[in-house]
């Protein structure tokens, strides 16, 4: 059973940090991409970032290019989101997300990010 587990959300200030990390068991974790996303109170889940099987290739949304970095560790099973620089409209609840054919995508339960001053 594919499981995700996120983690490391919370409240913080405009220009502030938080790393987030997500916790995977019940598949080949190495064998696959890894994706962060994000939803704001009443808007669409956002793609924010990706990151390949080999962690070398890395794609970003516009609104995070420059600030989010996506990495991965493959020996803990365990994909992150580096976050700096936050503004207010980065506060979402943010999941990790793998894509298994064909049983398709695979959620966590998400962590929630606040930031205000």
């Known amino acids: 059973q594919v499981q995700l587990l996120e983690s490391g959300g919370g409240s913080v200030q405009p220009g502030g940090s938080l790393e987030l990390s997500c916790a995977t068991s019940g598949f080949t974790f190495r064998a696959y991409g890894l994706r962060w996303f994000r939803q704001a109170p009443r808007l669409e889940r956002e793609l924010v970032a990706f990151?390949?099987?080999?962690?070398?290739?890395?794609v970003y949304s516009d609104s995070v290019r420059g600030r989010f970095t996506i990495s991965r560790d493959d020996a803990k099973a365990t994909v992150y989101l580096q976050m700096h620089n936050l503004t207010p409209e980065d506060t979402a609840t943010y999941f990790c997300n793998v894509y298994i054919a064909p049983w398709g995508h695979h959620y966590g339960q998400g962590t929630q990010v606040i930031v205000s001053s």
């Open positions: 990151i390949d099987d080999e962690g070398v290739n890395t």
